[in-house]
């Protein structure tokens, strides 16, 4: 169905592919990282999916009896109890866990139903939305959308920066300004003033590093699964009456439905990834050098 509505519209397989890692932006960006520009596909599926995960939590809260509960209720625990097992083992300050365990709560149901729309058939949302673009007066052509905030590099290093933002703020409540200054010149080779520069090196070294993996593995993740679901697509709508166009539809749905089963534990494991390593750099603000 993708490649003969691709043909149909005179794309080629390339052009198929770039069109759906094309994001429905505010402006035409001026360069490579213009950050005058905003995703606006990214913005409205984070923010709506975000709204719908604290929906959901607070509809299990709500219902949440005392007696045996049902399976919804018996999920959300099994979950919540996972999470706070997980930052008690890392984060060793009680009054810290008061925020930072619902936020890991939080980082993961978000990020699960993030990564989640990529189980979404490829050309179901684009469909859609360039319909409503051509019936509103737009060229459905140039009808732009992806649904997979994840696989955009702007939402992962936002969210890890904000995890760096946190950071931040608990190395100065738990050790102090001075003491956190003091933390970046004399760790990790010690204190001593001939070593301060390298030990600040390092230091940014390590903040800058942390971020930028946190952020780009997720997104390398998420980006190579939307990929492979896009040639997947191409895969069978390149369906022929041929012998070898049955054995691409055949391959396509082997193939697909292979895939989207793989891919349920990738979104569930990138989605615990990042919300561990959240906790692990949280619990190391509080940490002492």
Same mark, same amino acid.
């Given at each position: 169905?993708?490649?003969?509505?691709?043909?149909?519209?005179?794309?080629?397989?390339?052009?198929?592919?770039?069109?759906?890692?094309?994001?429905?932006?505010?402006?035409?960006?001026?360069?490579?990282?213009?950050?005058?520009?905003?995703?606006?596909?990214?913005?409205?599926?984070?923010?709506?999916?975000?709204?719908?995960?604290?929906?959901?939590?607070?509809?299990?809260?709500?219902?949440?009896?005392?007696?045996?509960?049902?399976?919804?209720?018996?999920?959300?625990?099994?979950?919540?109890?996972?999470?706070?097992?997980?930052?008690?083992?890392?984060?060793?300050?009680?009054?810290?866990?008061?925020?930072?365990?619902?936020?890991?709560?939080?980082?993961?149901?978000? +990020? =699960?139903? %993030?990564? &989640?729309?990529?189980?979404?058939?490829?050309? #179901?949302?684009?469909?859609?939305?360039?319909?409503?673009? @051509?019936?509103?007066?737009?060229?459905?052509?140039?009808?732009?959308?992806?649904?997979?905030?994840?696989?955009?590099?702007?939402?992962?290093?936002?969210?890890?920066?904000?995890?760096?933002?946190?950071?931040?703020?608990?190395?100065?409540?738990?050790?102090?300004?001075?003491?956190?200054?003091?933390?970046?010149?004399?760790?990790?080779?010690?204190?001593?003033?001939?070593?301060?520069?390298?030990?600040?090196?390092?230091?940014?070294?390590?903040?800058?590093?942390?971020?930028?993996?946190?952020?780009?593995?997720?997104?390398?993740?998420?980006?190579?699964?939307?990929? +492979? =679901?896009? %040639?997947? &697509?191409?895969?069978?709508?390149?369906?022929? #009456?041929?012998?070898?166009?049955?054995?691409?539809?055949? @391959?396509?749905?082997?193939?697909?439905?292979?895939?989207?089963?793989?891919?349920?534990?990738?979104?569930?494991?990138?989605?615990?990834?990042?919300?561990?390593?959240?906790?692990?750099?949280?619990?190391?603000?509080?940490?002492?050098?």
């Amino acid at each position: 169905m993708a490649a003969e509505n691709a043909a149909e519209h005179g794309q080629t397989a390339g052009e198929y592919i770039v069109h759906h890692l094309t994001h429905l932006q505010s402006s035409k960006p001026n360069g490579v990282a213009d950050f005058s520009v905003f995703n606006l596909d990214s913005l409205f599926f984070s923010i709506a999916l975000g709204v719908l995960g604290c929906w959901v939590l607070w509809l299990a809260a709500r219902k949440a009896t005392s007696g045996v509960p049902g399976r919804f209720q018996a999920a959300v625990e099994i979950l919540i109890e996972v999470v706070d097992q997980q930052a008690k083992g890392i984060v060793h300050n009680a009054q810290s866990r008061k925020f930072v365990a619902p936020l890991a709560l939080t980082i993961f149901v978000w +990020i =699960f139903m %993030l990564n &989640a729309m990529d189980l979404f058939p490829v050309d #179901l949302f684009p469909a859609i939305w360039a319909q409503l673009f @051509g019936a509103a007066g737009g060229d459905p052509h140039h009808a732009y959308l992806r649904v997979v905030p994840t696989a955009d590099l702007s939402v992962t290093m936002g969210l890890s920066l904000s995890v760096l933002l946190i950071c931040l703020y608990y190395n100065i409540k738990i050790k102090g300004l001075g003491g956190w200054v003091h933390e970046l010149f004399t760790a990790p080779f010690g204190n001593h003033w001939a070593l301060y520069p390298f030990n600040f090196a390092m230091q940014l070294i390590e903040f800058i590093a942390k971020t930028v993996s946190h952020g780009m593995r997720l997104f390398g993740n998420m980006y190579a699964g939307e990929l +492979i =679901f896009l %040639l997947i &697509a191409l895969m069978g709508g390149a369906w022929t #009456l041929s012998a070898t166009g049955v054995f691409l539809a055949l @391959g396509h749905i082997v193939a697909g439905t292979a895939w989207a089963i793989f891919h349920i534990l990738i979104i569930t494991l990138q989605a615990f990834v990042f919300m561990m390593l959240a906790l692990v750099y949280v619990g190391q603000a509080h940490d002492h050098h």
